[in-house]
């Protein structure tokens, strides 16, 4: 080994360099389930503190609910701890497929593949798919990981503008020329909450014959009236041919991904996507706690339905109280305040008010735009969401902000 | 739109059908265990499973999964520098330094994610990777998402990958990166010689340990326990999934500023949930149950030495091997297909693998031992493999 | 000269600008705010091979050489000399 200490300062100056400029990664330590009230150590060694939590992407509440705690508990009697084998050798039980089902009737499409996690959904399934004769067109915004899955692709790439369909539209001119043209975007955008114009995308899709791809992780379960997801709220569902998404969010939190789609191209990540090649799948007691949810989910709307209320309240509580938000559709609602250090320095306040929210700053998000992410929950009720709000204006008070437009805001903090 | 990309699909699948590539899935209705169910009913020996420690489905886990349930719930919906980080997942890092003796570890959703965002956060253009040709495919794919210069070498060949070494001194940094146990083969990287060179070309030593963690060494400390040099490699990754348990989950272990590194840097932890808190739990007591006895460790290295021998007195042509990994060479593809459906008639469970997964010309019966074989086991399954072989003419 | 400059200019502003309110100039960062994310680059490169038929290896396509209108003119400059 050779680790001699020119290779230690490069590291040792590089994360002080990522602390001074105050974006240094902390973690918060959490004893207990994750739901609307949680147990935090932060920092490390302190006291115990209970909050509120505003930031888990635990839409539905059913992190820790206890019928799916009950079936996590009953697949580990049925179905052992863990399969120890990739999917094609001996890695697979009758509930991977019976979830593989459950996702595709869920969703409205024709065949589902699970993945270890949407990032490897994501990250494998565009190399299974795509060649250099073919084009990938994305959603500036797109998460990270489908990035990722584009560099891996030999196909080539380009972006658009976030959600402008002119300029899309544009681009899929400009491609013309390329045997397959994809179009990939977020469903619901994970930093500002927006949604896509899935309806617009796919009559551009079928006018330039192009393939649209849609990662729904932060809808699936809760968006659309009866939750499939964006392409039910836009009215297409049928019309996507590939659909990823994640069962660690509001599908129970633990972890797990999907593609879900078209057959032909269900049947080619089977045999050619490398993360479900070369990794488990998701683990046999998680399987058994995501089908609960799919059942919870199928035999009432009333989960989303209250997310959907906690969601108005929320947002018409911060907006009127003075907040500059992002408009959206979804339980996510930023709330704008432009300068990186006024973004933690209000999520520390509120921390200390008992309100768990997490301030978000360039790179997550572009320069100029920090915000405090805030994220709804079916599992939050009134009282829990009238503390925070009245937190948040406590706060917002204390900095001055309430009421200010995003210019009087910069004008009084900077960028 | 989707017409004609279906049409081109469904003729690229029947090239892989016509290749004999096109691989089915065999649906198993049991517990993972010595002996599964399938869904016809069927009880065979499972003879192709990681299971390496037998702890699939070990009672142990499974209580320690239970508990966790009750105290930290199901999922954590979140990735970890949000709000995803339980105090559980804080003390498997910790344990999992510990049972490798390094400073500092990392944990990912699986291996697949430690090795995939493993050298981006750490390497640059300026920088060399030296990569055994064999290692496994989520190296590959974390070495294509990084910017450094990419050398391979020839299998476990050092002069080979001295000869790269010395191409590769202009770079800044160097690092060597192998497989502790390679998958097909079950032959292990020769740490040793791999140091010295690593010490005499100023190079960086990662070893990804999912096939020997747990395995290898007298206490499956892994390679670095064979070889004497615990502590001695920069970055060890190895997963949850196999030995440890088997249900997913990966880690990244090693020096401090590189595990720190990792945590602001690494994509596939930052934009991923962690393992959900019931898999910590089991990870913490998997851990616990390997620092307190090595019985598992000890039943597997018995089993394995057991079944190597005795198949190679029937004069079975098998790969050295230091692994609970045992290749039982046929040659030819077919062959390795025959020999492999008759013996799941007799029971037993095996793969066999063919080109392009092995070279041309080098099929083979991969067989893994593991923990949870009872002695019954092995010798129902060597009389099966003595049987079935006699007939195909295999042996004599 | 001042062609070349409009030229990447406006093919910036049409590209990347998301919102109105942010004005691109000459020497406005664009990596490094933001404006263009190091995975959209690489349509700006391409864009820039096609338009001048020039050929930028990999190296030098670094998010530094491309942060600002200025500094990809200089860099497109030092490729249309070599021709």
Redesign the interface.
Known sequence: MSYSNKVKDLYVNQLKDIKSAGIYKEERFIHSSQAADIEVEFPRGSDLKNVINMCANNYLGLSSHPEVLKAAHEGLDTRGYGMSSVRFICGTQDIHRELENKVTEFLGTEDTILFPSCMDANAGVFEALLTSEDIMISDRLVHASIIDGMRLCSAEHDTFKHSNMEHLEQKLQLHADKRIKMVITDGVFSMDGDLAKLDEMVKLCQKYDALLFVDDSHSSGFIGKTGRGTHEHCGVMGKIDIITTTFGKALGGASGGCVSGRKEIVEMCRQKARPYLFSNTISPVVVAGVLKVFEILSQSTERRDKLENNTNFWRKGLSDAGFVLKEGNSPIVPVMLFNAKLSQDFSKDLFNLGIYAIGFFFPVVPNGQARIRTQISAGHEMHHLEKALDAFIKVGKKYGILGLTKQEIIDKYGL | MYTDFRRHLQSELNKIEEAGLYKKERIIGSPQAAEIELTDGSRVLNFCANNYLGLSNSPGLIKAAKEALDTHGYGMSSVRFICGTSDLHKELEEKISEFFGTEDTILYAACFDANGGLFEPLLTSEDAIISDVLNHASIIDGVRLCKARRYRYENADMEDLESRLAAAQEQRFRIIVTDGVFSMDGNVAPLDKILALAEKYRAMVMVDESHSAGVVGKTGRGITELFNARAKVEIITGTLGKAFGGAIGGFTTGKKEIIDMLRQRSRPYLFSNSIPPLVAAAGIRMIDMMTETNDLQDRLHHNTSYFVNRMSELGFDIKPTQSAICAVMLYDARLAQELAARLLDEGIYVIGFYYPVVPKDEARIRVQLSAAHEQEHLDKAIKAFEKIGKELKVIQ | MEDIKDLVLNYVIN????DEDDEITYDTPLIS???V?S??M??LKVFLEKKFNISIPD?EATPEAFDSVNKIVDLVNGYLEKK
């Open positions: 590209e990347y600008q998301e705010s933001g404006f994310d995975f959209s690489v349509s190296e």
